[in-house]
């Protein structure tokens, strides 16, 4: 499995912003690029972010926005350095389980989870155990943080930069659950050793009455990533398919 697949950057990247031109989607493409090679330089010192070793530094604007004594549910997408996002929040909080997929490769994966482990963020694998954790953690007043940039098949409809596509339900069904604050979020890399994460206004269950309010809540959480992949396009890891592709069908052969 390879991390980089350049030609499912450029489809996404069309789809997103289709008045790009070449020349435009090519210099796109070397800016992420370039940041992921950032981000796999950055996530060896997960550890020295935590503790603010190397003069490291993580910076969180938006605090407001959090509910004393109520967990929330961090959202964000594959922008900038999405793994030290979490740090910082874990910091700031005493803890955070957070969901994510491996890679496929097994070397780098165990290389992560060692790299995560010093993050003070519960990493946990995707799967239905892990979900039963993140809800008995919310029960327990831990916040979860959720990339959730992806494609879901299955999963709950929505449109994302105007095409159909489907993503996970889990923060819409956990804030109905727990009453809690859907809080986006986005990072921006100053340095090397520092970064800003921003919080923004959280989306809430009060909001969103009557019988299709998980749809309703999830297409509003993806509006919101919409809008931070807008502030920065150039960071945005879209290495996977994020719409479906139709099938052409091929035609019939006729009989001889």
Not at 21 to 49: K, M, P, T
Not at 94 to 109: A, K, Q
Not at 117 to 130: F, P, T, V
Request: glycine share 8%; hydrophobic share 45%; net charge positive.
């Amino acid at each position: 499995m390879r991390i980089i697949r350049k030609r499912n950057i450029i489809r996404n990247l069309n789809v997103a912003f289709p008045g790009l031109d070449q020349a435009a989607v090519d210099r796109r493409v070397l800016a992420i690029v370039d940041n992921l090679s950032r981000v796999v330089a950055e996530i060896s010192h997960l550890g020295a972010f935590a503790r603010g070793e190397e003069g490291t530094r993580i910076d969180i604007e938006g605090l407001e926005y959090l509910i004393p004594g109520v967990p929330s549910i961090f959202v964000g997408a594959h922008l900038s350095n999405w793994e030290i996002a979490g740090t910082g929040l874990a910091r700031h909080l005493g803890g955070l389980n957070t969901i994510y997929s491996p890679i496929g490769i097994p070397e780098i994966d165990k290389l992560l989870v060692v790299f995560r482990g010093e993050s003070g963020a519960n990493y946990l694998e995707r799967n239905l155990a892990s979900i039963k954790t993140v809800y008995s953690g919310m029960e327990a007043g831990k916040g979860v943080a959720l990339l959730i940039d992806r494609r879901i098949d299955g999963g709950e409809p929505v449109n994302f930069f105007g095409r159909a596509t489907a993503t996970t339900s889990l923060p819409a069904k956990l804030a109905i659950r727990f009453n809690a604050p859907i809080v986006p979020v986005d990072a921006k890399r100053v340095t090397a050793r520092h970064f800003i994460v921003t919080l923004f206004p959280p989306i809430m269950a009060k909001d969103f009455p009557g019988p299709e309010r998980v749809g309703a809540m999830t297409q509003a959480v993806m509006d919101a990533i919409e809008r931070s992949i807008q502030r920065s396009p150039d960071t945005w890891f879209c290495g996977q398919t994020r719409w479906k592709i139709p099938k052409v069908k091929k035609p019939a052969m006729e009989p001889a």
